[in-house]
T-cell receptor, first 115, second 108 residues
């Protein structure tokens, strides 16, 4: 049973550029959430996708956008990159239940460096 | 939003020692998870424990939801237990909120 996969593993960009990160959820999961983890801190919630729509969003600017595909995989796009966007980006998948989403499982992350 | 506090922030253990990590949260939660983050950044699921007690090998966890805290016990620690331990909580239909983590170093 394949777990959550993310690509690429590492990425180096310059300020002002745009980046796209990709995530494939664990088999059987239908919900994908994205997190940003700065060095020395806990992950911060960016947004969550379910049924190809953004269901929840954290305190991140509109430069951060996403998409979910019919096969439940997801992309995170960041426009006009800033130095402060340098971080580990984590994708988590879960199964939406009648009363809430279940346990979240994380991918290995994409380490983004903005120069 | 919900506040999550983990203690202690840092812990140094000798191999074979036992330890307890604590997670306090400020509001009712529907979900509580403990994770171990390895040096490469991978978050490994340890427990999904909104209430009650669970055990998995040398690790166990207890959540007392009514008193808004959870404890993670590490027994007979090994060097492979080193890393950062995160507690994350989620209110009903809310977002998963992480604590700042406990950095654990286990020395031989």
């Amino acid at each position: 049973d394949a777990g959550v996969t993310q690509s690429p593993t590492h990425l180096i960009k310059t300020r002002g550029q745009q980046v796209t990160l990709r995530c494939s959820p664990k088999s059987g999961h239908d919900t994908v959430s994205w997190y940003q983890q700065a060095l020395g801190q806990g992950p911060q919630f960016i947004f969550q996708y379910y049924e190809e729509e953004e269901r929840q969003r954290g305190n991140f600017p509109d430069r951060f956008s996403g998409h979910q595909f019919p096969n439940y995989s997801s992309e995170l796009n960041v426009n006009a990159l800033l130095l402060g966007d340098s971080a580990l980006y984590l994708c988590a998948s879960s199964l939406s239940l009648a009363v809430d989403i279940g346990e979240q499982f994380f991918g290995p992350g994409t380490r983004l460096t903005v120069l | 939003g919900i506040q999550v506090e983990q203690s202690p922030p840092d812990l140094i253990l000798q191999e074979g020692a036992n330890s307890t990590l604590r997670c306090n949260f400020s509001d009712s939660v529907n979900n509580l998870q403990w994770f171990h983050q390895n040096p490469w950044g991978q978050l490994i699921n340890l427990f999904y424990i909104p209430s009650g007690t669970k055990q998995n090998g040398r690790l166990s966890a207890t959540t007392v939801a009514t008193e808004r805290y959870s404890l993670l016990y590490i027994s007979s620690s090994q060097t492979t237990d080193s890393g950062v331990y995160f507690c994350a909580v989620k209110p009903l239909w809310g977002k998963l909120q992480f604590g700042a983590g406990t950095q654990v170093v286990v020395t031989p």
